[in-house]
C-alpha cells in the first residue's frame, strides 16, 4: 500500500520561513511523481498553490515556493504571514491502477 | 472564471446508492479529465477517482473500488460518482475538481458536496 507522508503540525513565528516535506514509502520523490501542493483553511475547499514540484499559478503568493529536498517533495514559505495558518497537503501521480495519492496533510499554525 | 458545482449529497442508510453530480462551467469541459476528492469529518484529503476527458479511462481508490463508479456528460458539462454499497466509512464532503491540463495535477476545485451514511 502507498503512504505518502507528511509533518502533522508546524509552528513557526510571523515573518519567520517554515518548510514542509512530503514522503513516499516507495522510495525517493521525483519530479515525475509530479508533486502538487494545496492549501485548505477551516471550512474552506482546497486551493491549489504548486504543481510539477515547483510551478506557481498565478494566484499563488510569491512567499509560497516548491522543490525537491532530500528525496522528499518541500513546500517553503518565507516571510509567513498570519493568513498562512492552514492545512497544507501534497499530491502525488504514482500511474497505474491508483494513480494519484494524497499526503496526511500538515497543520501549520503561525504563532 | 472556472466554476465548479457538486450536488446530490444528503443522508443515506448503510447499504443504500447515491448519485453526485459536478456541472463545470468557465473551461472546456470536454479537453479536461476531472478527479473525485472526498474528505471524512476531521480528517485528511483522500482521492477517489478520476476520468479522462473522453471518458474512457476511469481509475480508482482502493477504498472505493468495485463500488464507485465516475462517469461524464460532456454535452452537459457534467461529471458524476455513482456510489453503490454504502458504507459509515464513506460519511465524508466529496469535492470534484479539475485536473491541470498542461501538466498532471488539480488546478480547481469545487466547494464539496456532504454525503453522510448512517442509520
Known amino acids: 500500500q502507498t503512504v505518502v507522508t507528511q509533518e502533522p503540525s508546524l509552528t513557526v513565528s510571523p515573518g519567520g520561513t517554515v518548510t514542509l516535506t512530503c514522503a513516499s514509502n516507495t522510495g525517493a520523490v521525483t519530479s515525475g511523481y509530479y508533486p502538487n501542493w494545496f492549501q485548505q483553511k477551516p471550512g474552506q475547499a482546497p486551493r491549489a498553490l504548486i504543481y510539477s514540484t515547483s510551478n506557481k499559478y498565478s494566484w499563488t503568493p510569491a512567499r509560497f515556493s516548491g522543490s525537491l529536498l532530500g528525496g522528499k517533495a518541500a513546500l517553503t514559505l518565507s516571510g509567513v504571514q498570519p493568513e498562512d495558518e492552514a492545512e497544507y497537503y501534497c499530491?502525488?501521480?504514482?500511474?497505474?491502477?491508483?494513480?494519484?495519492?494524497f499526503g496526511g496533510g500538515t497543520k501549520l499554525t503561525v504563532l | 472564471q472556472v466554476q465548479l458545482v457538486e450536488s446530490g449529497g444528503g443522508v443515506v442508510q448503510p447499504g443504500r446508492s447515491l448519485r453526485l453530480s459536478c456541472v463545470a462551467s468557465g473551461f472546456t469541459f470536454s479537453n479536461n479529465g476531472m478527479h473525485w476528492v472526498r474528505q471524512a469529518p476531521g480528517k485528511g484529503l483522500e482521492w477517489v477517482a478520476i476520468i479522462s476527458y473522453e471518458g474512457f479511462n476511469k481509475y480508482y481508490g482502493d477504498s472505493v473500488k468495485g463500488r464507485f463508479t465516475i462517469s461524464r456528460d460532456n454535452s452537459k458539462n457534467t461529471l458524476y460518482l455513482q456510489m453503490n454499497s454504502l458504507r459509515a466509512d464513506d460519511t465524508a464532503v466529496y469535492y470534484c475538481a479539475k485536473e491541470n491540463a498542461a501538466t498532471l495535477g488539480i488546478d480547481y476545485w469545487g466547494q464539496g458536496t456532504l454525503v453522510t451514511v448512517s442509520s
Open positions: 499530491l502525488l501521480y504514482y500511474g497505474g491502477a491508483q494513480p494519484w495519492v
